[in-house]
């Protein structure tokens, strides 16, 4: 299981480190904990949502924990948060199932996101912050990248933080989270295929045609372009007919 070396790692393994070598107070040493606790569930999820770790794979927290290249609380800890929110199951004495979406309940998710995103481009796109536009190129260079490369997990990664960074530019704090909970609840089992066509660099080019689109300032166009994109993940990704 490569994923675990996915592009956010490097940072965990420095937090990791530098709290072993700090005279930390004990409430400093629960929020290195927890950050890095957050950080493997992170990569983890993403591992998850992009069919990198498929529905019904077993995973167990020493082997994690290992790859990982930390103790096994931090583990436990962020797979036990992952239960609660339905990514996997536990399995007594072997670990921890992945668990699966319906095909059903992904294009309703799908649905349900191409209803609230779009029209929030739509209104960004009259009065985007045109400041921003660097940061946000910068991570749609990031996703081709990651494209390019075949590297799922970093691509989820960064196509969730392109997402939802636009979104928080949109101003709507509560959709933000609705955004990311609907997200955390989809499954992308066949995105491992797309490494083999030009699917998912056609994809990621897209995330570049929306800030043309928002630095244009046509909110038409992109809300168009929102609904294509977001069907894609259960027309390419899941080898059904898109949701549009």
Not at 22 to 42: P, T, W, Y
Not at 104 to 132: G, V
Request: hydrophobic share 45%; with cysteine; proline share 3%.
């Amino acid at each position: 299981m490569g994923f675990v070396r996915a592009s956010v790692w490097p940072g965990c393994i420095f937090q990791y480190e530098s709290e072993n070598t700090m005279n930390a107070s004990a409430i400093h040493k629960v929020e290195q904990l927890a950050s890095l606790r957050d950080r493997i569930g992170e990569s983890l999820s993403a591992a998850i949502i992009s069919g990198e770790l498929a529905p019904g794979t077993l995973v167990s927290v020493p082997t994690l924990a290992a790859q990982f290249e930390v103790s096994a609380t931090p583990v436990r800890e962020a797979m036990l948060d992952l239960e609660q929110r339905g990514f996997v199951v536990s399995v007594r004495n072997k670990g921890f199932r992945v668990t699966d979406v319906s095909e059903q309940d992904l294009k309703e998710i799908l649905e349900l996101r191409q209803m609230l995103e779009a029209p929030a481009m739509r209104a960004l796109a009259a009065n985007f912050p045109l400041e921003t536009l660097p940061t946000m190129r910068a991570i749609a260079d990031e996703i081709s990248a990651h494209a390019d490369n075949a590297n799922l997990t970093g691509f989820v990664e960064r196509d969730r933080d392109f997402h939802l960074g636009l979104l928080e530019l949109y101003g709507n704090k509560h959709l933000v989270d609705m955004v990311r909970e609907l997200r955390q609840q989809t499954r992308m089992v066949n995105l491992a295929r797309m490494t083999q066509s030009s699917k998912l660099h056609d994809s990621a080019h897209e995330h570049h045609l929306m800030l043309d689109l928002l630095e244009k300032g046509d909110g038409e166009g992109l809300e168009e372009l929102v609904v294509l994109h977001l069907g894609h993940v259960v027309g390419w990704w899941s080898g059904t007919p898109e949701v549009s």
